[in-house]
């Protein structure tokens, strides 16, 4: 095998593990940022706020305002439970207005 050929087959075997490790890929977050995104404005109480919905590697970032730390609750949970979320990272803020 050549020296090139073991340099592919390196960087191959790299990016199959690295994958792996990180857990989900750019199309599983893609689908799980869509599944969120549709859950949260399915919310009767959630869907009139604007709620931005970040995915990483299956890790879910929740942006924006809404009026009660119950709105904040429930998105958090939305997010949750959506299959393939691994974790959420809540950065909704309460206006108190609710």
Same mark, same amino acid.
């Given at each position: 095998?050549?020296?090139?050929? $073991?340099? /592919?087959?390196?960087?191959? /075997?790299?990016g199959v593990? +690295?994958?792996?490790a990180?857990?989900a890929?750019?199309?599983?977050?893609?689908q799980?940022?869509a599944?969120? $995104?549709?859950?949260?404005?399915?919310?009767p *109480?959630l869907?009139?706020? *604007?709620? +931005?919905? $970040?995915?990483?590697?299956?890790?879910?970032?929740?942006?924006? /305002?809404?009026d009660? +730390?119950v709105? $904040? +609750?429930?998105a958090?949970?939305?997010?949750?439970?959506?299959?393939?979320?691994m974790?959420?990272?809540?950065? /909704?803020?309460v206006?108190?207005?609710?």
């Open positions: 095998m050549s020296t090139i050929s $073991r340099s /592919l087959t390196a960087l191959a /075997l790299a593990l +690295s994958g792996g990180y857990g890929t750019n199309a599983d977050d893609a799980i940022n599944a969120v $995104r549709q859950q949260i404005n399915g919310a *109480s869907k009139f706020y *604007s709620i +931005s919905v $970040r995915t990483f590697h299956g890790a879910v970032y929740l942006e924006g /305002l809404v009660t +730390s709105d $904040r +609750s429930e958090e949970a939305i997010a949750g439970a959506v299959p393939g979320v974790k959420v990272y809540d950065e /909704l803020a206006s108190g207005n609710g």
